[in-house]
């Protein structure tokens, strides 16, 4: 458990004692420095790990471990940031302050995912978008089923909810289910110019290759599928494109 803050520590200590006897804490650390001893001392299966930790950050400790042996549960106090960063590598982490509820959603995925062995490549995803300098090169790990595949962002034409399932489909033309929700890649990809054109669909904007706005106002995707805007989501979705020399020049 790596925290500089005492109270979120002795917090979660009695939220793991109370709730998850199949965990035992290992040890904790205060600062970067004293975690990446102890994390090289002990070995454990998970770290749960803050974000934030100045002057240094979690990037700090994981860089010193480029084939981690362990899986993570950030910590952050930055919902939007850990959205962004966290969500697109299928990464695990509970938002300040948390509560039972998270964490033992946190856990569970956990745990599935050790059992697949799944860590080392949502960690290798995260370490390449935190040094990658453009979102154009941002890569995304998609959960399907008991394994993972990671693709460009920039390579998605849309995806399609259904369900608890999302569909992805790609400039190659190949075709992904994950099961992640589309809200989650809503909230994950809104910095990559991603809308949520429906309540089925969402669209990389990048990737429309015509827009009508007869009605019904629609918009014709990189892969010649036909999409409806939604009514509730004209009027935001104009505002979106309304700079797009492509339709309005």
């Not at 990037?59 to 950030?74: C, W």
């Not at 300098?133 to 259904?162: A, C, H, Q, W, Y």
């Not at 009605?215 to 805007?229: G, L, Q, R, Y």
């Amino acid at each position: 458990m790596v925290d500089d803050d005492e109270r979120q520590i002795h917090f979660l200590t009695d939220c793991i004692a109370a709730d998850f006897p199949q965990l035992s804490i290992a040890g904790v650390a205060h600062s970067v420095p004293e975690a990446e001893k102890l994390i090289k001392e002990v070995r454990p299966e998970l770290v749960f790990l803050d974000i934030d930790m100045p002057p240094y950050t979690s990037f700090d400790l994981l860089k010193n471990f480029p084939n981690p042996f362990f899986s993570i549960i950030f910590i952050t106090g930055h919902e939007d940031y850990a959205l962004k960063a966290y969500e697109v590598a299928a990464i695990d982490y509970i938002v300040k302050p948390f509560n039972p509820e998270s964490l033992h959603r946190a856990v569970s995925r956990f745990e599935q995912h050790h059992k697949n062995n799944h860590a080392a490549t949502s960690l290798e995803t995260l370490l390449y978008n935190y040094k990658i300098d453009s979102n154009k090169d941002m890569k995304l790990t998609l959960p399907k089923g008991r394994d993972f595949e990671v693709v460009l962002v920039r390579d998605i034409i849309r995806m399609e909810g259904e369900g608890n399932y999302t569909h992805i489909f790609m400039k190659s033309g190949k075709h992904h289910l994950s099961t992640r929700q589309l809200g989650i890649y809503e909230k994950a990809l809104k910095a990559f110019n991603f809308f949520r054109i429906h309540k089925s669909h969402l669209i990389n904007l990048d990737q429309i290759i015509k827009f009508c706005l007869a009605k019904p106002t629609h918009v014709i995707m990189a892969d010649d599928i036909k999409i409806e805007v939604a009514r509730y989501r004209k009027e935001e979705f104009l505002q979106h494109i309304s700079n797009d020399k492509r339709f309005f020049s």
